[in-house]
């Protein structure tokens, strides 16, 4: 019995290797049929645009035809709510390294030493290799159009106040300000013209600025507590300018309960300086 079973594992080592000689053989000689060629291998893409089986003039022709197309059909159009901005990619030089990418394809399968050279084409061959594409752009020029668009958008907030019409007083809402996050929006740019996904739309990142007082602060406000008037020299402009600088510091002041009212830190000190 010890015998008909040592026979029995001996005959299935043997299957066994002579099923990885033949897989190796059949390997290597796929291998070696496609490393004489002088093209790019079967499989290999550079961001979705297939190369394989080309020369590198042909993959280069290729990849610039095609690219170009992109671009010029899928402008950058940057999106706040209703409003929509449109940058070309000729404005910022939007472009790619397209002979580094032709000869990174071009290596795939025949760089690093035998075993990893088979491996690699093996798997390019049966699965595919895709290698990114790494679009570069004038980082100066989109800052200086971000910029731009962020002055028309930009708002400063404005805080909720009371007013008094007659003896009745009258309550004006806040308004909440907007300020654009140039450098968020620079980088959802970055990261969306990096991917295959078309056309090039990007929500500019525009922060929300909380007014300091907000209507609701004001609700319990509806009468006239106290007033006074005085006069003077309206001829002065130092004291004329003086007046009006701290009537600015001291107006809309909301002072909630518990809390202390100070005119010399609101206005500053009266100094000769």
């Given amino acids: 019995m010890q015998i008909a079973s040592g ?19 059949s390997l290597f000689a796929a291998n070696a049929a496609f490393a004489v060629r002088d093209e790019i291998y079967t499989g290999v893409k550079i961001g979705n645009i297939s190369v394989g089986g080309l020369s590198e003039e042909e993959a280069r022709a290729k990849l610039n035809t095609l690219l170009n197309k992109r671009l010029s059909d899928n402008p950058l159009i940057l999106i706040y709510k209703d409003r929509e901005w449109t ?16 000869k990174q394809a071009y290596q795939v399968g025949r760089s690093g030493n035998i075993i990893q050279r088979l491996q690699e084409r093996y798997i390019t ?21 971000l910029t731009s668009i962020a002055t028309t958008l930009n708002q400063e907030p404005q805080s909720a106040k009371v007013v008094l019409n007659g003896v009745k ?28 996904s078309l056309p090039y739309k990007v929500s500019l990142v ?13 609700k ?4 006239l507590i106290a007033s006074y008037t005085t006069q003077f020299n309206s001829q002065n402009a130092n004291r004329v300018q003086n007046i009006r600088l701290a009537a600015t510091s001291v107006n809309n002041t909301l002072l909630r309960p518990g809390e202390t009212f100070s005119f010399n830190q609101t206005v500053g000190l009266r100094l000769a300086e």
């Fill in 220 to 223: 319990g406000i509806d009468d």
């Fill in 87 to 102: 940058i070309q990619p000729a404005e910022i030089k939007l472009s790619a390294d397209v002979d580094s990418l032709i």
């Fill in 169 to 196: 007083i009258v309550s004006i809402p806040d308004t909440e300000g907007l300020k654009v996050d140039v450098e968020a929006t620079t980088k959802a740019i970055n990261d969306k013209i990096n991917t295959d």
């Fill in 125 to 145: 061959i049966n699965k595919g290799y895709q290698l990114p594409i790494n679009f570069a752009y004038d980082k100066e020029k989109l800052s200086e159009i």
């Fill in 206 to 218: 525009v922060n929300v600025i909380k007014p300091k007082i907000v209507l609701e602060d004001l």
């Fill in 7 to 25: 026979k029995r594992t001996a005959n299935i080592i043997l299957f066994l290797a002579i099923i990885v000689l033949f897989s190796s053989v």
